[in-house]
Structures are given as C-alpha cells and as structure tokens.
C-alpha cells in the first residue's frame, strides 16, 4: 500500500513538473535561436511612451553611425482572419541576400522583381485555413475594412511551421499598402552592423537619436526568458510544493504503517540483521521506488509535451497564445531538469523513508514485536 | 523472472530509456534545420505562437501587454505572464523586459 500511494503521487508530481519543465526549456531555446537569426539591433520610434511609425528618414542617419554595415526598413504587422491572427510581414525585396530558400514547400520566396505585385508567400495555418494552394487568389480584409487581393506564390514547408505557419510574406510596399501607412514611414529598421563591432557599442553611438529605442539581441532574449520563466516557474514551484507533499505522505505511511514495519524490523534483528542492514535495505526499498516513479513520470511528461502538446498545460505557458495544430510544442529535456527533478524527488524519499527506518531499527527487537503485535 | 526482482529491473530500464530520450532528444536539436536564410531575411525572433486574443489594444491590459507586445513579432509572449501579478511590481520585469518602463533604453 505505501508502496502504491508512493508510486502514484510521485509520478502525477512529476509527470506535470517534467512536462512543463521541458516545455518551458524548448520554447526558450527556441527563442533563443530566432534571437540569434534576428537583426543586431532593431530601431523603433517611440512618442509619449508608445511605439509608432518610425520616419524613412532616419536610415540615412543610422547608416551614417560607425560600425553599421546595413539599415533594412520593414513594415509588419498583424491581419486577423476568422478568429486567427497571422502575422503580415513586409520585405524590402531590393534588399534580400538569399536566392534559394529550404523552407519553401511549393512555389517559390519573393525576388525582387515582386516589389508592389501583390504577391505572397504563406504559412500552412493559413493555408490550411483558406485552403489555398501556390497559384490561387486570396482577398485578405485589412483594419480599414477594405479588401486587398493577393496571389499565392509560395508555401511555406511543414518543417519550417514552428516559425513560418501564421506569415504572410509581402514585398514592403504591398505591406503599406495593405496596412494603409503613410509614405516615409516605416515599422522599424533592422540595423546590422559590421563583424568588428559589438552592437551594444553601436547601439550606444545611437543615442543622439531622438525618441529612438534601440533593442539588441541580448534584450530581446531577455524578454522572452522573462516571460516563460516567470509562468514556468510559478508552476514547477506549485508541484515541487506537491512533491514535498509527497515526501510527507510518505513519511506519515512510514510511521503509521509503522507497526507492520517495527514487527519486520524486529523480526530481522532476531535473525541477526544489524541496523545498519535494515537501513541500507529501506535505502534500496527507497532508491528502487524513487528511481521507477520519478524516472517513468518523465518519460509520461515527455511524451505528453511532445506527442500529444500537453492539452491542459500548455494553455497555461501560452495563455492567451494558442499553438496551431500544424506544428508540435518545441520540447527540450536538458540534463539540469532531469537531475533537478531527481533531486527534488529521490532525495526527500530516501529521507523520508530511511529516517523512520533507523527510529525502528534502534529499538530492542523483543520489545518492538511485542508492540507491534499489541 | 521473480516477482522481487520486478521492481528493481524496471527501475533501471526506466532511467536508462530516459537517459537515451535525453540524449536523443538532445542530438535531435543539435541537428535540427533552422531555416536560418528566412530567419534572417525575415528578421522576426518570435516562433508562430498565434493568438486568439484581439484585446491587446486594450488600454488597460496594454499596460501588461506592452512590456513584449512592441517586441518584433512578440506580441503574445507577454501574455501568459500577465496572470501572475502586476508586473510593474516585478523587479525582474521592471528591470529586464526592455521599455517596460516606458523609458527609452539605449545602448
């Protein structure tokens, strides 16, 4: 029976804790990685506290600070479409480097030659939603509430659909058009600066700009961290508080099945088991049901983030975000969670267990068969 | 095989199997494709979290929202944090989410 009640509260603790745990680590790890692919420094234009359109002018005074190898206007921005909102993305086509792109399934990237045609590519939520397919017309409904047709170019991989399955990719004067911004404004400005330079240290020649705000990589990072680790945190600290609970149950099932334990006890002094022996056999009793609980409730944890997208918990890291059927929660299971989770499992248990053992194990023998009989 | 030896046995059948999903796990993210010509070309750090949520405007819940909401592409992450508490509250919101404070951060 204590075996039992052990084993099941163990398990449920540390199937949530690893779920989340590992979670929470692939969803940074992933911002991580777009952080690293991100602009080095990204200009924004603030007034009164608030982000707005940041004046095409600007660039020319950014490109002339030292160590900027490159100023990248960008007009983005969010279409809603049903319940969904997708995410609008308009490029300076003049302005990209690559000419083949793995992530396209079908179709093909814009080009240059696409400026101001109409032409997208799109993400398989969208797609999916519209069902729509390389060649098609869509009419998306822009905040003015007026229609803007679109021709389909290209369609984004399912592989590439943790980053690309709610874009829609447009040359950037397609992308005013659509958000119906003014000429000589733009969103922001992605600033790359050369390989020489750190881009705090350019960031820092910005200052003289007036309502500017400059973001690096670093604080981007930061961000994200702060957000998954916060709700992430405040969860694992509710189940660890569980887990701890767990310990206590399992210590009060050692003390009050405690009679059959002190009969056990005595009986194996009378055989000529010294203390130490009946501690090192509760220490394996302990490790053995420690080890199997903490280690297959990981594993449950596991594939419930990564096969099925932890329904339940997942709401709770995302809230108000949801996570399109068309891709799986990013799941890492790094060696600090596992270790960590063992720590604040196997360890408790052993203390638990062990303690109440060696309280047994000093009593007389006679004396402890003749209570527990009692 | 005797039922004593049950227990014991599945235990280390168990941690190794985790062992082997962490490492797999591991390698798997090592050698995953990034697609790091449309990162970089795109140049938006968020991951395609969508939302359902069209209050963001909202000038109440802007407060909470805006401390990643101005993000490129971060218009969402925010979001699940705003339950906890009143980030301006936070120490680590009011000093790591950048504009959060509605100052200008440079440099």
Redesign the interface.
Same mark, same amino acid.
């Not at chain 1, 960031?203 to 200052?207: N, T, V």
């Not at chain 2, 200008?104 to 440099?107: F, I, L, P």
């Given at each position: 029976m204590r075996s039992a009640v052990i084993i099941v509260t163990f398990l449920i603790a540390t199937t949530m804790v690893s779920a989340v745990l590992f979670t929470k680590e692939g =969803?940074e790890?992933?911002?991580e990685?777009?952080?690293k692919?991100?602009?080095d420094l990204?200009v924004?234009y =603030?007034k009164a506290?608030r982000?707005e359109l940041i004046p095409l002018e600007y660039a020319k005074t950014i490109a002339g600070v030292e160590g900027v190898k490159a100023v990248?206007p960008?007009i983005?921005g969010?279409a809603?479409i049903s319940?969904?909102?997708?995410?609008v993305?308009g490029?300076d086509t003049s302005s990209?480097?690559?000419t083949?792109?793995?992530?396209i399934e079908s179709g093909r990237?814009l080009t240059p030659d696409d400026a101001g045609k109409g032409n997208i590519v799109i993400?398989k939520?969208i797609a999916g939603l519209l069902n729509v397919k390389v060649g098609d017309d869509i009419i998306l409904l822009s905040e003015s509430v007026e229609a803007n047709k679109f021709h389909v170019v290209g369609l984004f991989s399912d +592989?590439?659909?943790?980053?690309?399955?709610?874009?829609i990719?447009m040359s950037i004067q397609d992308a005013r058009q659509f958000f119906r911004m003014p000429d000589g404004y733009v969103?922001?400005f992605?600033v790359y600066v050369e390989d020489y330079e750190q881009p705090?240290?350019v960031?820092?020649?910005?200052?003289f700009?007036p309502?500017?705000?400059?973001?690096d990589?670093d604080?981007?990072l930061?961000?994200?961290?702060? +957000?998954?680790g +916060?709700?992430g945190g405040?969860f694992v600290t509710l189940w660890t508080i569980l887990l701890v609970g767990a310990a206590l149950v399992a210590f009060s099932q050692a003390v009050v099945v405690g009679h059959e334990s002190k009969f056990e006890v005595g009986l194996l002094k009378t055989f000529g088991f010294t203390t130490l022996d009946i501690i090192e056999v509760r220490l394996v009793e302990s490790?053995?049901?420690g080890?199997?609980a903490t280690? $297959?409730g990981?594993?449950l944890g596991?594939v419930y983030a990564a096969y099925f997208n932890a329904p339940g918990l997942v709401d709770?890291?995302?809230?108000?975000?949801? $996570?399109?059927r068309e891709?799986r929660l990013?799941?890492?299971?790094?060696?600090t969670s596992?270790f960590s989770i063992y720590a604040v499992t196997v360890i408790p248990l052993i203390i638990t267990t062990v303690v109440p053992a060696w309280l047994n194990a000093i009593t007389d023998p006679e004396l402890a068969m003749r209570r527990a009989a009692a | 095989m005797k039922k004593i030896y049950f %227990?014991?046995i %599945?235990?280390?059948i *168990?941690?190794s199997?985790?062992?082997l999903?962490?490492i797999t796990?591991?390698v798997s993210?090592q050698s995953r !494709?990034?697609?790091? !010509? &449309?990162?970089?070309?795109?140049? &938006? /750090?968020?991951?395609?979290?969508?939302?359902?949520? !069209?209050g963001t405007r909202n000038p109440l819940l802007e407060v909470f929202v805006r401390? *990643?909401y101005?993000? /490129?592409?971060?218009?969402?992450?925010?979001?699940?944090?705003?339950?906890?508490d009143t980030p301006l509250k &936070?120490k680590?919101?009011h000093e790591?989410?950048?504009?959060f404070n509605?100052t200008?951060?440079?440099?």
């Open positions: =969803l790890r992933e911002a990685i777009s952080v692919t991100a602009p990204t924004q =603030l506290g982000v990248i960008r983005w969010y809603g319940t969904y909102t997708f995410t993305i490029l990209i480097q690559y083949s792109f793995g992530s990237f993400g939520l +592989a590439s659909s943790i980053y690309t399955a709610d874009m990719v969103t922001d992605a705090a240290n960031a820092a020649k910005m200052s700009l309502n500017a705000r400059i973001l990589q604080l981007l930061r961000g994200y961290k702060a +957000a998954y +916060a709700r405040i490790l053995v049901l080890f199997f280690s $297959l990981m594993i596991y709770i890291l995302l809230g108000w975000a949801f $996570l399109p891709f990013p799941v890492f299971i790094s060696w596992v | %227990m014991p %599945m235990a280390i *168990l941690t199997a985790l062992m999903t962490c796990n591991q993210w !494709e990034y697609f790091k !010509e &449309l990162r970089y070309t795109i140049g &938006l /750090p968020s991951i395609a979290i969508g939302t359902n949520y !069209e401390s *990643l101005d993000i /490129p592409g971060g218009y969402d992450y925010v979001v699940p944090s705003s339950f906890i &936070l680590d919101y790591s989410v950048p504009g509605l200008t951060r440079r440099g």
